[in-house]
């Protein structure tokens, strides 16, 4: 779908380091969502075809998408993405382990791509924001949701092989460290990100 979009300008207007700060966020997404991509596309390569064949492939079509769209973001609004060594993702195998099989793959996808949903949904509450990226955030949760309710639907349909009980640890497993991995990146990032949790410039 092509949407008309506002004539580029700067990303915050307000000061050279909120500017920076934003094309760091806005490119941590791009890296994100590529590395999402390139994992998806793998996965489906390996699977037999099917249902799951099927989604995964969507999926990876998806996170490629998304990638692209924040390029297109960045350069709309006169900027380029900035080099990135490692995208948030990366740090979960050293959190989690290596997954043992499909579904504690998916596993992780669904905590992960909850994540992401809180995430986005917190940055669409910064007060004027620019129209590109408050469009561009809008547009990738709407396949966000697919995401995150497609991989729920495999792991319930997964129960009988699993265990219900199994996959529920799994998950609570993978939530916990997905809670380390963003406090360590909260931590870390805190320069570029502290104007996400800006409460007294967020919008009521």
Not at 117 to 134: E, G, K, S
């Amino acid at each position: 779908m092509t949407t008309a979009r506002p004539a580029p300008t700067s990303l915050a207007p307000a000061t050279s380091s909120a500017g920076d700060s934003q094309r760091w966020l806005l490119s941590f997404y791009r890296i994100s969502e590529l590395s999402g991509a390139l994992f998806f596309g793998r996965l489906a390569r390996a699977q037999r075809p099917g249902p799951v064949h099927s989604d995964l492939t969507r999926h990876f079509a998806d996170e490629a998408q998304h990638a692209r769209y924040w390029t297109d973001c960045l350069e709309e609004l006169g900027e380029k993405p900035q080099p990135l060594g490692a995208a948030y993702q990366d740090q979960y195998l050293a959190a989690t382990g290596l997954p043992a099989n499909l579904m504690e793959v998916l596993a992780i996808t669904s905590v992960f791509e909850q994540r992401v949903m809180r995430q986005y949904a917190r940055h669409l509450t910064v007060p004027d924001q620019h129209p590109l990226v408050t469009q561009t955030l809008r547009k990738i949760m709407e396949d966000e949701r697919w995401h995150v309710k497609w991989v729920r639907d495999e792991l319930i349909a997964m129960e009988p092989e699993y265990g219900r009980d199994h996959i529920a640890a799994t998950l609570r497993r993978m939530t916990e460290a997905d809670e380390a991995v963003y406090a360590a990146t909260l931590a870390e990032h805190s320069d570029r990100v502290n104007f996400l949790f800006d409460e007294g410039s967020r919008r009521a």
